[in-house]
């Protein structure tokens, strides 16, 4: 037996351990309800055969009886809470078998090479992420066919993965989470998973709000409980959950081991690429109630152009000659645009569904329907505060129509960047913000069928990493500046939106990017400094005084 193979059997029997340990502490508390129990019938049982008489006994027998019957009722209440509590389920995009009959066999022989069960099912997240997810709690309604006929867990695959990867490098990066199904099989130690979340589900039920008083206290007293029974299991269950993690490692090593090394750093890359989408080029969009429809078609234009532009990613692209695993969907735009609804949802908070505030946007309509009209909402809000500070037009321009001019003259001179503007600009951020409409009826009403998958987690956005951090009001104040001049730059010297992969809107000029915009308007903001931003409008062909359309 080699080595690998000693270490997996260690590593098996380790999660086993944990497991017992675990449905051990199940037995104890079970052993700690009937207890009174138990006391009660050796006391009848003394009783009836002339031990133990009197009327001091009889009444310390029935005291005892009456109590046990409490503890058991009060346990039988709490077991049936935990066992009803339903464990919060990720929010996925199911993938049905007649959808991607390629990806389920490329899936069935991964697990055949690795001796251990197929998954029941697969399912695709808007994260570059993929696990093992037990759903045989969920009820049989809720279930999937595919979840139905077998009791192996999901495969969730990181949909990031399918568009940009190869298909062999998939392969590569899902042996070790299949190779983690012939541990979900094992009876101990699925018997302790279910065991657990049934705690974990019981404890997020007793805290959550919106109950009256009679549902509220036996609410809370099994969440009580429960944190109690998961606090004796924290240990054991984070050690079976690690060797459970080596054991399928260490037997997925067998498996495509030199191509997942290489595939893990196309995991690190996708991450990097993925960051960059959602916060420059998604995060703009949701904000105008639009949302980008092929996310995972842009990660691979993204992830494209780093490559392109990182030394350290030379080599890369060559390997886009190769299938993409995508293609092992019949249809990978459908699944691309499912998606990316979910990526707003997730990480944005907005409807199921779309509507006349929040409709998709293909890449081809993004320069025009989301960074001019960004652009343009942006110089309107800092026009509208200049008109609030009762800041004058500028001395050449006509008092009725916007202009550049107007908002440098302000800025500059000795007086340096303007505070208050800064502040006003804040403030009228922070009041759109709270004024931004509420997920509409559509999300409403399909939480309340009970087909939302994100019926679990609440209406709120779930942002599960902060998207872009809380700016300051002159960070804000220099982004509603250069709006400002790209809104002149378009209306005054035929400059056009565009869309940078890794940096989100961009001004074109001459069909060229231009990324030298920031340093001097940080000139003019922080420093009251004008000539650096006069400089550059004079080579772009920038006319200040000329109006500016704004929405």
């Known amino acids: 037996m080699s080595g690998i193979d000693v270490g997996e059997e260690l590593g098996a029997r380790a999660a086993q351990a944990r497991a017992l340990a675990l449905l051990r502490i199940r037995s104890r508390a079970l052993a700690v309800v009937i207890t009174p129990a138990a ?3 050796v006391l009848f049982a003394a009783g009836a055969q002339g031990h133990l008489g009197g009327p001091v006994w009889d009444g310390v027998r029935w005291a005892v009886l009456g109590g046990a019957v409490v503890v058991l009722l009060v346990a039988a209440a709490v077991a049936v809470a935990i066992a009803r509590a339903r ?78 990867m190869r298909v062999a490098e998939l392969r590569a990066v899902l042996a070790p989470v299949v190779a983690g199904t012939d541990s979900s099989a094992h009876p101990d130690i699925a018997a ?15 805290a959550a709000p919106g109950r009256g008083a009679l549902r509220a206290v036996p609410a809370a007293f099994t969440g009580w409980v429960a944190r109690l029974l998961l606090r004796a299991c924290r240990e054991h ?11 399928a490692s260490m037997r997925a090593q067998g498996v495509d081991y030199a191509l997942r090394i290489a595939a893990q750093e196309q995991v690190g890359l996708a991450y990097a690429g993925w960051d960059r989408l959602l916060t420059r080029v998604a995060l703009p969009a949701w904000r105008m109630g639009r949302w980008p429809s092929r996310l995972d078609a842009g990660v691979v234009s993204a992830l494209t152009e780093l490559s392109r532009r990182d030394r350290l990613a030379d080599g890369f692209t060559s390997r886009l000659g190769e299938r993409p695993a995508c293609d092992l969907l019949e249809e990978p735009g459908i699944a691309d645009e499912a998606t990316s609804l ?24 993004y320069p025009d329907e989301v960074v001019d009209r960004k652009w343009r909402t942006e110089a309107a809000r800092l026009h509208r505060v200049l008109d609030a500070m009762g800041v004058p ?13 107007r908002v440098m003259e302000h800025l500059a001179g000795p007086g340096g960047p303007g505070e208050e503007l800064a502040a ?50 002159t960070e804000l104040l220099a982004d509603h500046v250069a709006a400002m001049v790209c809104c002149a730059a378009v209306d005054t010297a035929g400059a ?46 920038v006319r200040s005084d000329k109006p500016v359309r704004l929405v």
């Open 39 to 41: 006391v009660a019938v």
């Open 87 to 164: 464990p919060a389920v990720s929010p996925t995009v199911p993938v049905a078998e007649e959808g991607a009959p390629d990806l389920y066999r490329l899936v069935r022989d991964l697990a055949d090479r690795l001796g251990v069960p197929a998954p029941a099912a697969i399912a695709l997240t808007p994260d570059c992420d993929s696990w093992l997810e037990d759903r045989t709690h969920r009820s049989g309604k809720s279930r999937t066919t595919a979840e139905a006929r077998n009791t192996a867990p999901v495969l969730v695959i990181g949909s990031p993965f399918l568009w940009w």
């Open 192 to 206: 302790a998973r279910r065991f657990v979340r049934g705690l974990d589900a019981a404890v997020a039920d007793g």
């Open 237 to 247: 269950a984070a050690e079976m959950e690690r060797c459970v993690a080596a054991t």
């Open 342 to 365: 979910l990526a707003a949802r997730l990480f944005h908070g907005g409807p199921a569904e779309s509507g006349p505030d929040w409709a998709p946007v293909d890449w081809q309509q």
């Open 393 to 405: 037009p500028a001395s050449l321009a006509d008092p009725a129509v916007p202009t550049l001019a």
């Open 424 to 473: 006003g600009i804040g403030a009228a951020v922070a009041r759109d913000d709270a004024q931004a409409p509420a997920p509409g009826p559509a999300q409403q009403t399909a939480s309340a069928a009970g087909a939302d998958p994100l019926d679990l987690w609440g209406p709120d956005p779930l942002p599960l990493f902060p998207l872009q951090p809380p700016r300051t009001g």
């Open 496 to 541: 056009a939106p565009g869309l940078d992969w890794l940096d989100g809107p961009a001004l074109l000029v001459d069909g060229e990017r231009r990324a030298d915009l920031a340093v001097p308007v940080l000139s003019l903001v922080e420093d009251g400094d004008p000539d650096p931003l006069r400089s550059w409008l004079a080579e772009v062909g």
